[in-house]
């Protein structure tokens, strides 16, 4: 485990990050006591939602709304 500064870590953000990649775990420190660690992202985190790709687009507004707009907005927001 490295320790690096807030202030290290900003200077060599790129490099740590590689180093992370790489399997390293890097606390880092402000005022010598750790804050926080930056370590390699587990694959089960990383993963893209299970609901990717399975919405359904549906129009904006209702077909035939004949200039009312302003009617068909504010009954679409309900209460709010």
Not at 12 to 19: D, F, G, N, P, R
Request: glycine residues 10%; charged residues 25%; aromatic residues 2%.
């Amino acid at each position: 485990m490295k320790l690096v500064s807030i202030q290290d870590l900003k200077a060599k953000l790129s490099a740590m990050v590689a180093q992370a990649e790489s399997g390293d775990t890097i606390t880092i420190t402000r005022h010598n006591a750790p804050v926080a660690q930056l370590s390699p992202a587990r694959t089960a985190s990383v993963q893209r939602g299970k609901n990717v790709g399975g919405g359904r687009i549906r129009a904006a507004l209702k077909r035939g709304t004949k200039g009312r707009y302003l009617e068909v907005l504010l009954e679409d927001r309900g209460n709010r």
